[in-house]
Every structure is written in structure tokens, then in C-alpha cells.
């Protein structure tokens, strides 16, 4: 089945530095991948949609100067957390569906925990 | 754009009997209607999902059902067993490629034995 990888798992760091998510389907293409922001107790919400080779589309309320999204190929995305502080601390999960599949199931990454301090 | 409520936003059951969860979307063109489980600090699962070809789709005491009509649908959970206990998220989707899922609020189910 469809497989996509999110690295890191956890991130712990100093107020003020830029963390790098990456987000890869490993076994299909996406044109498309998405990117979700989950604090606790709370739901999953869309933050960006990332699509291959154009700019990412963002949701009302994400700054995209703050998080910045680079999808260079159809197997990778990846998001940048700049100048990060402790209220950017949450669960940030990408998910991505196949090319040739237009109406078919998100396949979620593993998601990754950041922790500012 | 899309809006998806979910219902209860708590649901403690004992183990065996049944649990129901509802959601209402808002947007007509939405036809992708996925339900997710997700245990703390792991990703979502994929539980089951539902076309808006179809009324409804069952797999072993998992059951969706969908009502275009009123733009709701349904998680139903039969013989319930304290594994099931999680947070469970419907969403929607409209039929247009690259549109992201959007999700309703989550439930936190609790089986208790």
C-alpha cells in the first residue's frame, strides 16, 4: 500500500531556530501533499496544501512567510518551521494521495512532534 | 469553504454494545467521506470510507453510513471491545484532485470492560 515517510519524529529545540520537516511518499507519486497542524486534545487542521513544482496554497490565518513549504519533486515535500517559538510547539503531519488517483484516500505520514523551549 | 461538525464530542460505552458518531458537511460538491482512528501521538488510520455513490459500506463491526440529502454520515462501531478506545475524526472531500481533507472536531471514544 501507498507509504509515506515524515522525518524527523521529534524535534526539541531553542526558541528562534528553523526546523526542516520532510515529508516523502515512498512508493507513488503526489503532485500533491498537504501539510496539518494538530495541538492537543484538538483536531487536525489544514495548514498548507503543497503542489509539485508551483507555490503552496495556504489556508486563512498560516503565515506563509513563517512556514514555508518546498515541493521540488513528486515524491517530497518539505516544511520550515522559521523562527520557530514555543507557540508553534504541536503535531505537524503531511499526507499526500498517489497522481493517478485522483479521489482516492490521503495517506498520512507518521507526523512530527515539535517541542520549543 | 468545506465545514464538517462532529458529534459526540465524547462517547463512553461499554464493551459489547454499540457506539455512533455523526457528522454533517457543508459543501454539496463534497462525495469522499473518510473516518479516521487516531491513538495518542500516532498518526490517523484509516478505518473506513464511503462514496457518495453509496449509502452505506460495512466491514467486520465497522459500518458508515451517508445521506447526500441532509449532507450526513454516519460511524457505527458494533460490539465494541476496549481496543476500539481512541479519538476518531470523520472528514470530507470534494471530487476535484488535490483538494485536502478537512475534518470535523474528533470524538474520543471510551470502552470500558
Known amino acids: 500500500g501507498a507509504v509515506v515517510s515524515q522525518h524527523p519524529s521529534r524535534v526539541i529545540c531553542k526558541s528562534g531556530t528553523s526546523v526542516k520537516i520532510e515529508c516523502r511518499s515512498l512508493?507513488?507519486?503526489?503532485?500533491?501533499m498537504f501539510w496539518y497542524r494538530q495541538f492537543p486534545k484538538q483536531s487536525l487542521m489544514l495548514m498548507a496544501t503543497s503542489n509539485e513544482g508551483s507555490k503552496a496554497t495556504y489556508e486563512q490565518g498560516v503565515e506563509k512567510d513563517k512556514f514555508l513549504i518546498n515541493h521540488a519533486s513528486l515524491t517530497l515535500s518539505t516544511l520550515t518551521v522559521t523562527s520557530a517559538h514555543p507557540e508553534d510547539s504541536s503535531f505537524y503531519i503531511c499526507?499526500?494521495?498517489?497522481?493517478?488517483?485522483?479521489?482516492?484516500?490521503?495517506?498520512f505520514g507518521d507526523g512530527t512532534r515539535l517541542s520549543i523551549l | 469553504g468545506e465545514n464538517v461538525e462532529q458529534h459526540p464530542s465524547t462517547l463512553s460505552v461499554q464493551e459489547g454494545d454499540s457506539a455512533v458518531i455523526k457528522c454533517t458537511y457543508s459543501d454539496s460538491a463534497s462525495n469522499y467521506f473518510p473516518w479516521y482512528k487516531q491513538e495518542l501521538g500516532k498518526r490517523p488510520q484509516l478505518i473506513i470510507d464511503?462514496?457518495?455513490?453509496?449509502g452505506e459500506k460495512k466491514d467486520q463491526r465497522i459500518a458508515v453510513t451517508l445521506n447526500k440529502t441532509a449532507k450526513h454520515f454516519s460511524l457505527h462501531i458494533t460490539e465494541t471491545q476496549p481496543e476500539d478506545s481512541a479519538v476518531y475524526f470523520c472528514?470530507?472531500?470534494?471530487?476535484?484532485?488535490?483538494?485536502?481533507?478537512?475534518f470535523g472536531k474528533g470524538t474520543t471514544l471510551s470502552v470500558s470492560s
Open positions: 464511503i462514496r457518495s455513490n453509496v
Open positions: 499526507s499526500a494521495s498517489a497522481v493517478r488517483y485522483s479521489n482516492q484516500p490521503q495517506h
Open positions: 472528514a470530507s472531500r470534494p471530487n476535484q484532485a488535490g483538494t485536502a481533507l478537512i
Open positions: 512508493d507513488f507519486q503526489a503532485t500533491t
